[in-house]
C-alpha cells in the first residue's frame, strides 16, 4: 500500500513520534505551544486517515462491481450450448485432456471456477460449445452414458423369491 500513499500502522506510530511530539512537565500536563502542535498533528492524522477511509471505500466499490461483472461472464460463459465429455486426465491446474462425445479427444483449458476435487478421471463434465473450455462438472446422476441401479434404487426382491415363482408358473405334466 506504501505505492499509492497509504501508511501501514506501524509507519504511522513511527510517525505520531516526531520531533513535533508535545513536551510535558514534570506533572504530565502539556505546555503552551506543545498543545497546539499537538493538536495540529492529531488534525493531520485525522485528515490523512479520512482520505484512507475514503480510499478505501472506492476501491471496495469499484472491487464490488468488478465481482458482479466476473459473476455475469460466468454465466455468459455456461449459458452457451454446452457439450458432453468425460474427464481423462488433469494436465496441469489450468488444463486437461477431455474426451468427447463428438468424437477426439482435447486438450482444453480449465475454468477457474471448477472444484479441482471433482475433477476425476471418467467424470462427466460440460464444455462450451465453441472453445471445448470445461465450465462445470456435472453430478454422477446426470451422467447419461452409465445407467446403474445405486444403492437406494435396489429392489426389495431376493433370488430365492424369483426361484419360487419360476417353480410356480411351470405346469406339471403328467
Given at each position: 500500500m506504501e505505492e499509492i500513499g497509504v501508511l501501514v500502522s506501524s509507519e504511522l506510530k513511527s510517525q505520531s513520534r516526531s520531533p513535533h511530539?508535545?513536551?510535558?512537565?514534570?506533572?504530565?500536563?502539556?505546555?503552551?505551544?506543545?498543545?497546539?502542535?499537538?493538536?495540529?498533528?492529531?488534525?493531520?492524522?485525522?485528515e490523512f486517515l479520512q482520505v484512507q477511509e475514503d480510499y478505501i471505500k472506492d476501491e471496495l466499490k469499484n472491487l464490488r462491481s468488478e465481482y458482479l461483472y466476473a459473476q455475469e461472464e460466468v454465466k455468459r460463459i455456461q449459458s452457451v450450448p454446452l457439450v458432453i465429455g468425460q474427464f481423462l486426465e488433469a494436465v496441469d491446474q489450468n488444463y486437461g485432456i477431455v474426451g468427447s462425445t463428438m468424437g477426439p479427444?482435447?486438450?482444453?483449458?480449465?475454468?477457474?471456477?471448477?472444484?479441482?476435487?471433482l475433477l476425476k478421471p471418467n467424470s462427466s463434465v460440460a464444455l462450451h460449445k465453441h472453445s471445448n473450455a470445461l465450465v462445470d462438472v456435472l453430478p454422477p446422476e446426470a451422467d447419461s452414458s452409465i445407467a446403474m441401479l445405486s444403492a437406494d434404487e435396489k429392489p426389495d426382491i431376493s433370488y430365492a423369491d424369483i426361484g419360487l415363482c419360476v417353480l410356480v408358473s411351470r405346469p406339471t405334466h403328467l
Open positions: 511530539q508535545p513536551s510535558t512537565s514534570s506533572e504530565g500536563v502539556l505546555v503552551g505551544d506543545d498543545l497546539y502542535i499537538h493538536y495540529k498533528n492529531l488534525q493531520k492524522q485525522l479427444n482435447y486438450y482444453v483449458r480449465i475454468l477457474s471456477t471448477i472444484d479441482r476435487e
